[in-house]
């Protein structure tokens, strides 16, 4: 169960807020108060990123074969603790307990991943135009890395960043989101538990503009990883950017899945509601723009109707999520769209919002180009694989797209020209596994991708060995 109180832990201790104040959360399902949360400010932040320097010296010494095996140990108590991790992340965001369990599985096979890369670790070899010098690299730790992360989902977040900073030799100050607290304080006990040095992986806990922006601009954070809007990723980017620190941004999407008029239309739709209402569509890679060929779109729209009326609703975090999508939806109905199904709160306790499509939308229109990270979808219909790609690409966003076809042509042409860090052909628009990388391009993201081998060019810096081991021969 969620503890009453979510303190912040900076250098191995659980410390509340140096003013000790607190923030009030909710539970999702309900609408109950659910525990309060250190509100943290600059003071804290200051005692965080010190004690993550401290203890980042020694960390970094250990071999990264070492600090492998220690991540591991961290995975698998986080599996033998996966009812308590499971029940803490359904409590905090409202998710069905299965859907919680399958996030702490991911977050250990993340951990397990991550792990085994401490006996890879590879570097490169190369030449040199002088004869006798070996050139090779090494990846050295970045020093101090700021983590700030989304609710959405709370442990792979957290895993995803913390892993792979640890790994390479890092100290590390996470701030979770304050609708998702519980998660990473449970994360960063059991770290502990396992035997990780004090200060080594510190949490900070409280609102973005109060402990996010102290860490965004604390001037010994070398590295900012950020998960979340486009609109805070901008701000970081600049601020961060003005000290030129290393700054790796994930951001959001408004992902479009096409349905050809070749494609398995049962597929399709089955992946079309998983894609755009599962977690409640706040998932960066939910498909919120769903593209059918003219051809098929009676069919589409009638079977798509059918299911998404039958899906179960979870809730979306807050009151407030909840409002801002239902007014996005409304505003758009007011310009001249239509709601084909949902488009209102569920008359049950809790913030749910039924499932909605809507028909008849603008591509200039807002509800086409702002990603609302909710349950919602909007439904455009176009003659032919060469309209589907244009408006595909006319979004803001790049960070996944989906096509539905049996055409081999259709699909490569889809891969190599839609405009997304991943593209999936007959499935859903979804993230990636822990050995695939993944990350967007235009306003998903600034190029850097997280898991994967890839993460590792985040979380470390590589430096160029030359030796002339016998200058008597030069
Ligand atoms: P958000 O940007 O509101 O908040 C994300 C985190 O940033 C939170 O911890 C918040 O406290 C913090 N924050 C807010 N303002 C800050 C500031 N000024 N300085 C520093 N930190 C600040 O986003 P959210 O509502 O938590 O998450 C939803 C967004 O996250 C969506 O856009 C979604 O697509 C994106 N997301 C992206 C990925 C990805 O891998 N690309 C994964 C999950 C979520």
């Not at 102290?214 to 590295?223: G, Q, T, Y």
């Not at 900012?224 to 000290?243: D, K, L, M, P, Y």
């Not at 991708?449 to 890839?454: D, H, L, M, R, Y």
Request: glycine content about 10%; proline content about 5%; overall charge negative.
């Amino acid at each position: 169960m969620t503890p009453a109180e979510i303190p912040n832990l900076i250098d191995g201790e659980a410390r509340p807020a140096a003013s000790g104040a607190w923030l009030d959360t909710r539970r999702p399902a309900d609408g109950t108060a659910l525990c309060r949360l250190a509100r943290s400010a600059t003071a804290d932040v200051d005692a965080a990123v010190a004690a993550a320097r401290t203890a980042q010296r020694t960390w970094a010494e250990r071999t990264v074969v070492a600090r492998g095996d220690l991540l591991r140990e961290l995975a698998l108590a986080l599996r033998d603790r996966r009812e308590e991790a499971s029940a803490i992340v359904a409590e905090e965001t409202g998710k069905p307990l299965d859907l919680a369990r399958g996030e702490t599985d991911a977050a250990v096979e993340m951990g397990l991943f991550v792990a085994g890369e401490g006996r890879r670790y590879h570097g490169r070899t190369t030449t040199a135009s002088m004869p006798h010098r070996t050139v090779f690299t090494l990846r050295r730790p970045v020093g101090v890395a700021g983590l700030i992360i989304s609710f959405n989902t709370p442990l792979p977040n957290v895993a995803w960043k913390v892993f792979p900073a640890l790994l390479c030799g890092n100290g590390a100050v996470l701030k979770p989101s304050e609708e998702a607290p519980a998660s990473a304080f449970f994360f960063a006990e059991l770290a502990h538990e396992v035997g990780l040095p004090p200060g080594v992986l510190n949490v900070v806990q409280g609102t973005g503009p109060e402990a996010g922006a102290a860490l965004v601009e604390h001037p010994d954070v070398d590295l900012v990883s950020f998960t979340g809007s486009a609109a805070t990723g901008r701000w970081i980017n600049e601020r961060a950017g003005a000290r030129l620190a290393k700054v790796c941004l994930e951001l959001g999407g408004k992902n479009a899945l096409v349905v050809c008029d070749d494609a398995d239309l049962e597929n399709a739709v089955r992946w079309v509601v998983a894609s755009a209402f599962s977690n409640a569509g706040q998932r960066c890679a939910s498909a919120s723009r769903l593209v059918v060929f003219d051809a098929v779109a009676d069919e589409v729209r009638g079977r798509l109707l059918e299911e998404a009326r039958a899906v179960d609703p979870q809730p979306v975090i807050s009151e407030a999520a909840l409002e801002r999508i239902l007014g996005e939806v409304q505003r758009a109905v007011s310009r001249g769209a239509t709601v084909l199904c949902g488009g209102e709160r569920l008359d049950r306790p809790g913030y749910h919002l039924a499932p909605t499509i809507v028909e008849g939308v603008a591509l200039d229109d807002d509800l086409s180009r702002v990603e609302l990270f909710g349950p919602v979808a909007t439904l455009t219909s176009v003659a032919g694989l060469d309209e589907a790609l244009a408006v595909v690409n006319d979004s803001p966003y790049g960070l996944t797209a989906a096509i539905h076809t049996a055409s081999v042509h259709r699909a490569l042409r889809f891969a190599e020209q839609a405009e997304a860090g991943v593209v999936v052909v007959n499935a859903g628009t979804h993230g990636s596994e822990p050995h695939m990388g993944f990350g967007g391009v235009k306003q998903s993201g600034t190029g850097w991708k997280e898991a994967g081998v890839e993460a590792l060019d985040v979380y470390s810096d590589t430096r160029y060995v030359n030796i002339v081991a016998d200058p008597s021969l030069t």
